[in-house]
RNA sequence: UGGCCCAUGGUGUAAUUGGCAACACAGCAGUUUUUGGUACUGUCGUUCAAGGUUCGAGUCCUUGUGGGCCAACCA
């Protein structure tokens, strides 16, 4: 305690550098800026579920209240009932929560329809807006292009009570939808598009997942997600760089509005390599089938990552390390994996699994004997205990840990090698059967009973480890084997249709996999390194009789890689 | 003949705000190891270009180049 600084909030950055967002905070708080306030929010619309691109989103906003004391609020932004559901809401707040953050508030912008259209009235009085009859395409045409300037709508200068006249029945729905729009009076010569009298509200005839049939008529975004900030009392409304032109209008309605002045400041979306992170393109690869839902562990979504047995502190340090700024980037998925495996490496227990069995017999072991074997639960967490493994005469080891004629770099099992079995004994291979196809169907060996793990005293150094499971005793699983989804580092870019870049061994099944008996009890959300073959966690499809596994990432590998290099 | 944003190793970010370009991941080489895991050590490699300001520029200015964004009754 010592060494722990008096002045938190002195100490509370000294050392570390500052992203763009926190130096702009920093100067806010230096001079008095919002009473001293930091409150954030993280804005979801929920028309999808969340991915990558989020959770980063979501570290950011929280990360930020927390670090500054201040708060931040969950709020959805539907102001599209045609797009937006429950079902979303309900993943989104799941997600939240599981990625370790406990919103300040829920909130959601429907909350704030009748303000809104009292705004939508001020704005009409004050001659800022009005009710515009063109179509569509009419409003497409007078709208110019970014390089020529629009010209004015012939509804332009209607008056103020017609306007509001028209407002009021516009939501009263008397109008069919798409007849009249509102929208805001300010420059059709604009060189910002969204600055040539850009829409306010639209007439929708369409039921909305919290306000029911109340409303017809539903503000867009600009109009809808700034007032929301400044009704929340918002400091800093953080959003990604495609909403940099949308600032002018946002302080625009905020100042004629003259309400609290939420301030917005916009950074770079990420991308990640050997995926998509766009909901249209999420979408359609569970609309097409090329996944199995939103959730499937291949998807870049936080609920498939989670079902994937990705943590969430795993994430949380992967957003922390990617950082935040305004440049195009793509951030190495890579990263990722390593955030996993740098998390599962503590915290998850090794437990002992073989994919593809190949049977061992201990020819000098005697028949029906079973030895517990102490074994620890993780190497990297003392506090983890032990526990017992069953040792028999007949074990299933991994096929790939025997070669029938191995090269010298191979330091696993083959014909007179020596091995030792992790917290069993050290075997020596002296025969092998092998079947009419010249597969190799059993290893006949010998064990060394003074080699037992803990009290070797036999003096042999084996030069390989393995796992094994008593095949007595092991118990069936489903092992879902997966890989990235994508071939190519960026599946966006070739000149084809992404999904023809989807990697066809994304997902391999292994039916028939063999584990040791205490992995009977596994649960999901419980994390296990399977012995030398990687992190793997239950899937929720496990039943009572039938156990399934999907595998978060491989351990890293030299030996794969030296293979892959030749 | 539009406006806006951006440019630092392979990747992502730093650089005490004008003072010796660094951290992580990836790569490579090695040590340790009852996981070819972990841990540890070493190593490779960076300021888009040209001018200018300055004793001094990744940082400031100008121009150029390259990339991105901006038109939806989407957010």
Redesign the pocket.
């Given at each position: 305690m010592s060494t722990e600084p008096k002045d938190k909030d002195l100490s509370r950055n000294l050392g570390e550098?500052?992203?763009?967002i926190e130096?702009i905070i920093e100067k806010d708080l230096a001079e008095g800026k919002n009473d001293g306030r930091v409150h954030t929010r993280f804005?979801p619309?929920p028309?999808g579920y969340l991915h990558l691109g989020h959770a980063a989103s979501i570290c950011l906003n929280f990360g930020l209240a927390q670090k500054y004391k201040g708060k931040c609020n969950l709020r959805f932004?539907d102001?599209?009932p045609?797009?937006e559901e429950t079902e979303y809401v309900e993943s989104i707040t799941e997600d939240v929560r599981w990625m370790g953050f406990t919103p300040d508030q829920i909130l959601y912008?429907s909350d704030y329809f009748e303000q809104l259209y009292g705004f939508a009235v001020d704005l009409i009085k004050k001659g800022l807006a009005y009710v515009d009859d063109?179509?569509?395409e009419e409003?497409?045409a007078m709208?110019?292009?970014?390089?020529e300037p629009g010209k004015n709508s012939p509804f332009r200068e209607r008056s103020v009570e017609e306007n509001l006249d028209l407002f009021e029945r516009m939501r009263k729905g008397e109008f069919a939808?798409?007849?009249?729009?509102l929208r805001a009076k300010i420059d059709m010569a604009s060189?910002?598009?969204?600055l040539r009298d850009p829409?306010l509200y639209?007439?929708?005839h369409a039921h909305h997942h919290r306000t029911g049939d109340k409303w017809c008529i539903?503000?867009?975004?600009?109009m809808?997600?700034g007032q929301s900030d400044s009704i929340e009392k918002i400091t800093h409304s953080i959003c990604t760089?495609?909403?940099?032109?949308?600032r002018p209008l946002y302080d625009w309605l905020i100042e004629k509005l003259g309400i609290f002045p939420s301030k917005q400041y916009?950074f770079?979306r990420?991308n990640f390599?050997y995926t998509v992170v766009s909901k249209r393109k999420l979408l359609q690869l569970v609309n097409e089938g090329h996944v199995s839902g939103w959730d499937d562990p291949r998807m870049p979504t936080i609920s498939g990552l989670r079902r994937r047995g990705y943590t969430a502190a795993a994430l949380r340090n992967f957003a922390d390390?990617?950082?935040?700024?305004?440049?195009?980037?793509?951030?190495?998925i890579?990263?990722l994996e390593?955030c996993v495996?740098?998390d599962l490496?503590k915290k998850a227990a090794?437990v002992m699994a073989v994919l593809d069995p190949l049977k061992v017999v201990l020819t000098n072991y005697p028949e029906g004997k079973t030895e517990w074997m102490e074994t620890v639960n993780?190497?990297?967490d003392e506090s983890a205990g032990t526990r017992k493994i069953p040792f028999t005469r007949e074990l299933w080891i991994e096929r790939g840990d025997f070669m029938e004629d191995p090269p010298k770099?191979?330091?696993?099992l083959g014909p007179g090698r020596l091995g030792?079995l992790?917290?069993?004994f050290i075997i020596q291979v002296d025969d092998f059967v092998k079947d009419e196809n010249g597969k190799v169907t059993e290893l006949h060996c010998t064990y060394f009973p003074e080699?037992?793990?803990?009290s070797?005293t036999s003096g042999l150094k084996p030069k390989?480890?393995?796992?094994w499971v008593s095949v007595e005793h092991a118990i069936p699983a489903e092992v879902r084997m997966y890989d990235r989804l994508f071939t190519v580092e960026n599946p966006l870019s070739g000149e084809k249709d992404f999904k023809e870049y989807i990697n066809p061994d994304s997902l391999k099944v292994i039916k028939n996999a063999l584990l040791e008996p205490a992995l009977k009890n596994a649960k999901p959300g419980g994390s296990y390194?399977f012995?030398?073959l990687g992190y793997f966690t239950p899937d929720p499809d496990s039943t009572e009789d039938k156990l399934v596994f999907n595998r978060a990432v491989t351990?890293?590998?030299?030996?794969?890689?030296?293979k892959k290099?030749k």
């Open positions: 550098p500052l992203n763009f130096e804005p619309e028309n932004d102001t599209n045609i797009t912008s063109s179509t569509a409003i497409a709208k110019g292009t970014p390089k939808e798409g007849s009249k729009v060189p910002n598009m969204h829409f639209r007439i929708k539903y503000p867009m975004y600009d809808a997600h760089l495609e909403f940099v032109p949308h916009e770079a990420r390599s390390r990617i950082g935040v700024a305004k440049r195009e980037n793509v951030v190495d890579g990263l390593f495996r740098q490496n090794r993780n190497p990297e770099k191979f330091f696993r030792r992790k917290s069993g080699s037992r793990s803990g070797d390989a480890t393995l796992h390194q012995f030398r351990l890293r590998d030299a030996w794969a890689k030296a290099k």
